[in-house]
Nanobody, 122 residues
Framework: QVQLVESGGGLVQPGGSLRLSCVDSESIFSFYEMGWYRQAPGKGPEWVSTTNASGGRSRYSDSVKDRFTSSRDNAKGTLYLQMNNLKPEDTAVYFC???????????????WGQGTQVTVSS
């Protein structure tokens, strides 16, 4: 029933920036903790970040901390991931997901978007 739609992916040079968006069509968006995951071909999902319901607190994986920033605008029902200083190893499909928990455990996220491709290449 909850529908999440990611956008903003694309091709970018190393060192460049992208901002991903995740739109939740439901009016209960503000009640959910939100997370970002990414998945490279042939690999399992890798946790990227988690942002609490109010947007006042976020945590990040070691691989992206100090480069990525997650935020949210609950009035717009939108979660963002600002990605700076992108590296080739950031290449993956990025997914947003919603949870009742402030968590990095994939099984605690109940709803997932379809993903948006991010490719970092010279």
């Amino acid at each position: 029933q909850v529908q999440l739609v990611e956008s903003g992916g694309g091709l970018v040079q190393p060192g460049g920036s992208l901002r991903l968006s995740c739109v939740d069509s439901e009016s209960i968006f503000s009640f959910y903790e939100m997370g970002w995951y990414r998945q490279a071909p042939g690999k399992g999902p890798e946790w990227v970040s988690t942002t609490n319901a109010s947007g006042g607190r976020s945590r990040y994986s070691d691989s992206v901390k100090d480069r990525f920033t997650s935020s949210r605008d609950n009035a717009k029902g939108t979660l963002y991931l600002q990605m700076n200083n992108l590296k080739p190893e950031d290449t993956a499909v990025y997914f947003c997901a919603s949870s009742y928990y402030y968590t990095d455990r994939s099984y605690e996220y109940d709803y997932w978007g379809q993903g948006t491709q991010v490719t970092v290449s010279s």
